[in-house]
């Protein structure tokens, strides 16, 4: 059996992972089958139509496209954040068909047909939604990232639930979280939002 060195085995690692370079597999033997000519193999990108508050694109995006990556990359809507990208966190949370999603865990190709609402669209002719201005008006946020996501997850949490206690917000927001520890200002801006929103049907 051949000896390889340290030195040897870390240049593999950089080159292949390390068992290509070491010898362990044959060369070629992790690679993808591809048609002659092929630049990569799998499906390539396919149209895709998507309404975004209330304008819609026509893209052509690979299947495996998340509907994060497309807001994001695509579209330029880039409030929704890719904090986790695990559906964890809930910091890329926005409405399709009016139901809070993680835009991370959502192929692109799924959302086809339905509306879709980023925070981008909430605000109108210059005056801030009556989410976004309870947030202002608490000191909802701090360092931003989980903002959006927030304010999304609210919009439709009152929709929902127009008159929701204290408590039914602590439990309702339990998919976002805020790294800054900012709760108890945030559970002041939906409850205030549920106020002035009244009843939470404002568009």
């Given at each position: 059996m051949s000896r390889v060195s340290r030195r040897g085995f870390?240049?593999?690692v950089g080159l292949g992972g390390g068992a290509i370079g070491?010898?362990?597999l044959g060369p070629g033997a992790l690679a993808a089958p591809q048609a002659a000519g092929a630049k990569w193999a799998g499906p390539g990108a396919v149209p895709v139509t998507l309404q975004v508050n209330g304008k819609v694109h026509k893209l052509n995006l690979e299947p495996r496209v998340t509907l994060l990556d497309a807001?994001?990359?695509h579209l330029d809507y880039t409030g929704a954040k890719k904090v986790c990208d695990r559906a964890t966190c809930g910091s890329c949370t926005v409405l399709v068909g009016?139901?809070?999603v993680y835009a991370c865990s959502v192929l692109a190709i799924e959302a086809q047909g339905k509306d879709i609402q980023?925070?981008?669209g909430l605000s109108r002719g210059g005056t801030l939604h009556p989410v976004i201005a309870a947030f202002v008006a608490n000191d909802g946020l701090q360092c931003g990232f989980c903002t959006p996501g927030f304010v999304m997850a609210t919009k439709a949490f009152l929709e929902r639930n127009p008159h929701p206690t204290a408590e039914q917000i602590k439990q309702g927001f339990g998919g976002n979280l805020c790294r800054c520890g900012c709760y108890m200002a945030i559970r002041k801006s939906v409850l205030q939002a549920a106020t002035e929103a009244k009843?939470?049907?404002n568009a």
């Open positions: 870390v240049r593999g070491t010898g362990i807001l994001r990359d009016g139901k809070a980023t925070i981008e009843g939470g049907k």
